[in-house]
């Protein structure tokens, strides 16, 4: 059973830095892309940053620059360090992988709460 166990959320001031971690394990078929979607207050779930098996990277025009993914495939994690917070990058963070055999999978989320 793959599990996936976020890790990093918190409360922050504009202008400030987190790093968000998610620790995928039980997936028997590998990991092709890592991801990070986000939820603000009211809205609907959007796409952040993804980064492919072989660390290619793309961004949302709204935190490139400021958010950078990685991944280490030896441990099944990826990271968003996120720099230069805004208070509208508040928001229930959601870690999301895909399998090797193309099934999604996603974490329970972690509140990211920018403070003006």
């Known amino acids: 059973q793959v599990q996936l166990e976020e890790t990093g959320g918190g409360l922050v001031q504009a202008g400030g830095s987190l790093r968000l971690s998610c620790a995928a394990s039980?997936?028997?078929?590998?990991?092709?892309?890592m991801a990070w979607y986000r939820q603000p207050p009211g809205k609907q779930r959007e796409s952040v940053a993804i980064?492919?098996?072989?660390?290619?990277?793309d961004y949302a025009p709204s935190v490139k620059g400021r958010f950078t993914i990685s991944r280490d495939n030896a441990k099944g994690t990826v990271y968003l360090q996120m720099n230069k917070l805004k208070p509208e990058d508040t928001a229930v963070y959601y870690c999301?992988?895909?399998?090797?055999?193309?099934?999604?999978?996603w974490g329970k989320g972690t509140l990211v709460t920018v403070s003006a």
């Open positions: 999301n992988i895909i399998a090797g055999d193309a099934t999604p999978y």
């Open positions: 039980g997936s028997r078929f590998g990991i092709i892309n």
């Open positions: 980064i492919t098996r072989d660390g290619g990277t």
